[in-house]
Each structure stands twice: as structure tokens, then as C-alpha cells.
């Protein structure tokens, strides 16, 4: 239902640029976002966007070099990827919602039903 792209292995300081696509008709979409999870840490927020009105949520980690966004006719979300580190490495890990959010709730995987597989993304330093 939910296919994401984009990974590879980069220079610290360089960029990537993550996609994520949802399947037609499958469900409404409410949010989509994006999660990672490095080895041997847990699973944290990244960013991620309401499908309809406002809402645009960011880690603290990544504000200022992240930028998510949609595209509603391809019903795909990009992630931006600047000024990387080898800190951001990570598996990727697209979710969505038929649900929008707001606040925090928005940076809980618990509140997110659909998941995709996961994309690598490795910084060298």
C-alpha cells in the first residue's frame, strides 16, 4: 500500500530526497509521514504532513535541514534531505493514517495504521 524510495549511501553534508506512494483507493488519506529506526535504537519520528488543510510537523532533530511535502495528484509525500550527518543514519520507514492529527500526536507511530517498507539511508562521515 505504501511504496518508499529514495535511499543510498552519501557524503556528510550532501542531500537525498526520500518518496513515498500510496495505493489508490486503498484509504483516505489523512497523514503521511516519515519514521526511522538506526541499529540498535528505537524507532523515532522524522516529519510528516496532513493530506488535507494545515499541519506540517518536524523532529527537532532535522528542522532547518528536512522539508517534507505532497504531491496530491500522485498521491506521494517527498523528504528532503539537506546537510545530512552520519547520525541520520537509518532505515526510513513511510506510515500513513486516514486520519489527520495535530500536535504531538502527529509524531506517535502508534496513532499511524499503515506502514511501508523501509528505505536505507547511510551518511559516511
Known amino acids: 500500500q505504501l511504496q518508499a524510495s529514495g535511499g543510498g549511501l552519501v557524503q556528510a553534508g550532501g542531500s537525498l530526497r526520500l518518496s513515498c506512494t500510496a495505493a489508490?483507493?486503498?484509504?483516505?488519506?489523512?497523514?503521511m509521514g516519515w519514521f526511522r529506526q538506526a541499529p540498535g535504537k528505537e524507532r523515532e519520528f522524522v516529519a510528516a504532513?496532513?493530506?488535507?488543510?494545515?499541519?506540517?510537523f518536524y523532529a527537532d532533530s532535522v528542522k532547518g535541514r528536512f522539508t517534507i511535502s505532497k504531491d496530491n495528484a500522485q498521491n506521494t509525500v517527498h523528504l528532503q534531505m539537506n546537510s545530512l550527518k552520519p547520525e541520520d543514519t537509518a532505515v526510513y520507514l513511510c506510515?500513513?493514517?486516514?486520519?489527520?492529527?495535530?500536535?504531538?500526536?502527529?509524531?506517535?507511530?502508534?496513532?499511524?495504521?499503515?506502514w511501508g517498507q523501509g528505505t536505507l539511508v547511510t551518511v559516511s562521515s
Open positions: 504532513i496532513n493530506w488535507r488543510g494545515s499541519g506540517i
Open positions: 506510515a500513513a493514517d486516514d486520519n489527520r492529527k495535530v500536535g504531538t500526536l502527529a509524531s506517535r507511530g502508534d496513532m499511524y495504521d499503515y
Open positions: 489508490r483507493r486503498t484509504f483516505n488519506l489523512g497523514i
